[in-house]
């Protein structure tokens, strides 16, 4: 009976994911410098400039750790 409910329980504890009470960090520098060297490399005729890739990346990224901040009202 033990072993029925531990091989039950086993394949339901893969479905927890854990969550990290900050935002994910990552290099927009880096990131967007990479974007326009792609966008030249493939000759876009509007390629996007890297200070616009930056704010566009960190726009986001400020709305979200406000919302990660923000207590739940539940």
Do not use: H
Not at 23 to 49: H, I, W, Y
């Amino acid at each position: 009976m033990k072993v029925a409910l531990f091989s039950m329980a086993l394949p339901g504890s893969q479905l927890v994911i854990p969550v990290s009470g900050r935002v994910p960090e990552f290099n927009v520098v880096a990131a967007c410098k990479a974007t326009v060297a792609t966008d030249r490399a493939m000759g876009l005729d509007l390629p996007q400039s890297s200070d616009d890739c930056i704010c566009d990346e960190k726009a986001p990224r400020q709305q979200l750790g406000t919302v990660a901040i923000a207590p739940s009202r539940s």
